[in-house]
């Protein structure tokens, strides 16, 4: 593998997997080299087929292995949710003040110790004939607070604050969050995978 596909339509996702993965000697190739590829309907059940699903379809079309992700907010009050629906928990497609809102209304009965939280991210893997998936998953346990704190980030991060933390994922600077997001334990149990099939 002399090239590799970080395929996502978030441009906030981009900037963030672009910035945890390492130089393993590989390009790195992102849909703005592929302006014409159309990325599939997330219309999976859960994380792990909607990882897959974005996966193979840009692995195909673009003739590349790919590496795609989908990744949830689990609130353990609300019995997981808002879980695969978690972009567009409020109806509109990362319309993240309408998600935030609709969170803290659910939650408003809810005691603080109460509102125990992960973020999962599941990473897939997969070769560009569609036929290989390999997949990997990172959490980060937590919080949901009472009203948003800090501007960085994106999505429910001015909502959540990671186990034995102060802060809000929005409060911390980018390579803080990056040291210890979901998304980042999910790079790290993927690179093992991808180095090897960059010696093959």
Not at 3 to 19: D, G, M, R, S, V
Not at 173 to 188: C, M, P
Request: glycine share 8%.
């Amino acid at each position: 593998m002399k090239e590799l596909l970080i395929a996502t339509a978030n441009p906030h996702k981009a900037e963030e997997l672009e910035a945890i993965i390492p130089d393993l000697g590989i390009k790195y190739l992102t849909l703005r080299d592929f302006p014409d590829l159309v990325m599939p309907e997330e219309n999976g059940a859960t994380l792990d087929e909607n990882a897959v699903i974005k996966a193979r379809g840009a692995a195909v079309v673009s003739g590349r292995w790919t590496l795609a992700d989908d990744t949830g907010l689990e609130v353990d009050a609300l019995n997981g949710e808002p879980g695969v629906l978690s972009a567009r928990y409020a109806g509109t497609e990362r319309d993240y003040a309408a998600n935030n809102k609709k969170l803290l209304e659910k939650l408003s009965d809810v005691a603080a110790d109460k509102r125990t939280a992960r973020f999962r991210c599941v990473m897939a893997l997969v070769s560009p004939d569609g036929k290989t998936v390999i997949k990997e998953e990172g959490k980060l346990e937590g919080f949901i607070i009472a009203s948003e704190r800090g501007t960085n980030g994106f999505g429910y991060d001015p909502l959540f604050t990671p186990v034995n933390s102060g802060s809000t994922l929005a409060q911390l600077s980018a390579e803080e969050k990056n040291g210890l997001s979901h998304r980042f334990n999910a790079v790290r149990a993927m690179v093992p995978h991808i180095k090897r099939l960059a010696a093959g």
